[in-house]
């Protein structure tokens, strides 16, 4: 049991270049998550997804889009870079009665 | 709009002493509270997860309670050890899209 995966764990992108940041749960949960973290502003929803071809916006979407055409995927895209995204992504995934279980983050550095 | 504070911002304590950390949210319409524990660098690990129909959770030398009608929670932690160094976030799960909403943590150092 692999729980939450994320891949990659570090990218450096140019400003303006696109990327896909995959993520991946196996407990078969119907709620999966992106958020990203900088220092002192905590974690922030970016998108999210309440079940298989489902998507919503959470708290910071702009610049961002995502998409669950698979139950166990979701996937976090990046059309154009900008060195505001500069930023530690994580994602989650969760069920009606369990909490939130976190992957080991993605760290992405826009140049 | 789901607000969660942090009490205190950090932390320092000598190892072995038992200390509380405190969370209050503004929206006391929650499922569930959830403590997290995140280590410099890495991912967030679930350490406890009350739900609305409980007053506490306990494992190991933790134990969480859960306050709904005052919109409060804290997290007790007995005998503190050096490896309990991290940053603690508290985080309610509210209804109207199954999302969570988190504080901005309790940065907790133990010295020996």
């Known amino acids: 049991n692999a729980g939450v995966t994320q891949t990659p764990k570090f990218r450096v992108l140019k400003t303006g270049q696109s990327m896909t940041l995959l993520c991946a749960q196996d407990m078969n949960h119907e709620y999966m998550y992106w958020y990203r973290q900088d220092p002192g502003m905590g974690l922030r929803l970016i998108h999210y997804?309440?079940?298989?071809?489902?998507?919503a916006k959470g708290e910071v979407p702009d610049g961002y889009n995502v998409s669950r055409l698979k139950k166990q995927n979701f996937l976090l895209g990046l059309e154009s870079a900008a060195p505001s995204q500069t930023s530690v992504y994580f994602c989650?995934?969760?069920?009606?009665?369990?909490?939130?279980?976190f992957g080991p983050g993605t760290r992405l550095l826009v140049l | 709009k789901q607000e969660v504070t942090q009490i205190p911002a950090a932390l320092s304590v000598p190892e072995g002493e038992n200390l509380v950390l405190n969370c209050s949210f503004t929206?006391?319409?929650?499922?569930?509270l959830q403590w997290f524990r995140q280590d410099p660098g890495k991912g967030l690990t679930s350490l406890l997860l009350?739900?609305?129909?409980?007053r506490e959770q306990t494992s190991g030398r933790l134990n969480a309670s859960l306050d709904k009608s005052s919109g409060r929670s804290t997290l007790y932690i007995a005998a503190s050890q050096p490896g309990d160094s991290a940053t603690y976030l508290c985080a309610v799960f509210t209804g109207g899209g199954n999302k969570l909403t988190f504080g901005t943590g309790t940065q907790l150092k133990v010295e020996l």
């Open positions: 997804s309440v079940g298989e071809g489902t998507t």
């Open positions: 989650a995934s969760s069920s009606d009665r369990e909490g939130e279980y």
């Open positions: 929206d006391s319409a929650i499922y569930n």
């Open positions: 009350i739900q609305s129909s409980q």
